[in-house]
């Protein structure tokens, strides 16, 4: 096992869910959390509590996700000029998730009233553009204006006078309920429409002022209908791409939240075991994980450990120097054997972290050689007895 281990890794629950709880107070409050061991009591005791506990750290870490969604909204809608808003929450570890829960509720409300609004703003702010520019004048009557000169003569002035206020009223009366008409379609236009599709909406409002009929201007208005219809629908889309986007960038920041928790873990398990643990740069890679194990009485020997994107935590015993002797082989199975000991000391460590390994692969002490690092390939880190004993020869040159 010494010269090579695999184990595959598993995170208890507890400390998935916290370290996603910690991720979302620093998020909705900008206060970085207790850390997993201080917010994982509340999944901590005796076994038949447990999944009580986990449950109650399960809802608390959804109302705290909850929490961070209403607060991009209220910023979202505060950038679009809404006003009216609830300030965003600051959540502590401490509040309960009924309590965020009913402040989302509330919240909900606040925010549909503050966005109902601020569309009904736009759709003013539309209206006066249009109707600025093209004043609504049309004759909406069910049949086609006629040439004076067909029209029945009337049997006195009095009849004219009267026709006259008669048909100015109704036109009035039809223009007005374009008006609303229209006022009503626009009021439908999502405040997060963009500029092009508000333009395209008030185009197609324009061509109402060249309608002739009733027929003509429902025409037009079912036009305005289509492409309010359409910028909300984009919108609607944008709004899915972006959330998408936030959960997978969330996915990715629980997966390195877990990775680091572990690499830290191990880090801490192995210190505990007398072990000096520094990071590995000989391979360089985007999500490192790799770390150097060394003693102060292992001069010629360390190990090198590295934590896989799948998961899987890979370790391998190898020697700083070349084997000169047969005594060289026997403290390399000596080694072996105490890596061997102490990798299964600290497999219980990290298991009271929350941390599970699972060994699916290993080799036993002595029944392989031990690779030997090879001097041409000595560009990452040395371990600490390598680069003193350099130092020494740097200043020592004749030893």
Not at 213 to 229: F, K, Y
């Amino acid at each position: 096992m010494s010269s090579g281990v695999e184990a595959d890794i598993v995170l208890d629950a507890a400390v998935v869910l916290t370290l996603g709880m910690n991720r979302a107070l620093g998020r909705a409050s900008g206060l970085a959390g207790r850390g997993a061991e201080a917010l994982a009591e509340r999944a901590a005791g005796r076994a038949e509590a447990r999944g009580r506990r986990l449950a109650e750290v399960r809802d608390l870490e959804r109302a705290l996700r909850e929490v961070v969604e209403r607060n991009a909204r209220i910023r979202a809608l505060d950038e679009l000029g809404a006003e009216n808003l609830p300030a965003p929450l600051a959540p502590s570890e401490d509040d309960a998730a009924d309590d965020l829960t009913a402040w989302c509720a509330a919240t909900d409300t606040r925010l549909d009233e503050a966005e109902t609004a601020l569309s009904r703003k736009i759709a003013a702010d539309l209206g006066t553009q249009i109707f600025a520019a093209t004043p609504l004048t049309t004759d909406t009557s069910a049949t086609p204006t006629r040439d004076a000169s067909t029209r029945p003569a009337a049997s006195s002035s009095e009849r004219g006078s009267s026709a006259t206020e008669h048909k100015s009223s109704a036109t009035e009366r039809s223009a007005s309920g374009i008006d609303e008409a229209l006022g009503r379609v626009l009021a439908r236009l999502l405040p997060d429409a963009t500029e092009d599709e508000r333009r395209d909406v008030v185009e197609a409002a324009k061509l109402l002022s060249g309608t002739g009929t009733a027929q003509d201007a429902e025409t037009v208005l079912t036009e305005v209908r289509l492409r309010v219809q359409s910028a909300n629908e984009n919108a609607r889309v944008r709004r899915e791409e972006l959330k998408q986007a936030r959960a997978r960038q969330d996915a990715r920041e629980q997966a390195e939240a877990e990775r680091q928790y572990v690499l830290s873990e191990v880090t801490r398990a192995f210190e505990d075991l007398g072990y000096e643990v520094q990071q590995s740069f000989e391979t360089v890679t985007a999500d490192n994980g790799s770390l150097v194990l060394s003693k102060g009485d292992w001069p010629d020997h360390s190990v090198r450990m590295r934590l896989d994107g799948d998961a899987k935590l890979r370790a391998k015993m190898i020697r700083e120097t070349p084997v000169l002797s047969e005594n060289d082989r026997r403290v390399d199975v000596e080694r072996e054997q105490e890596w061997c000991d102490a990798f299964e000391a600290a497999r219980e460590r990290l298991e009271d972290a929350g941390i599970g390994s699972d060994v699916t692969w290993r080799l036993a002490p002595g029944v392989e050689r031990l690779p030997v690092r090879a001097e041409t390939r000595q560009t990452g880190t040395r371990t600490p007895q390598a680069r003193a004993r350099e130092r020494q020869r740097e200043h020592n040159p004749d030893q």
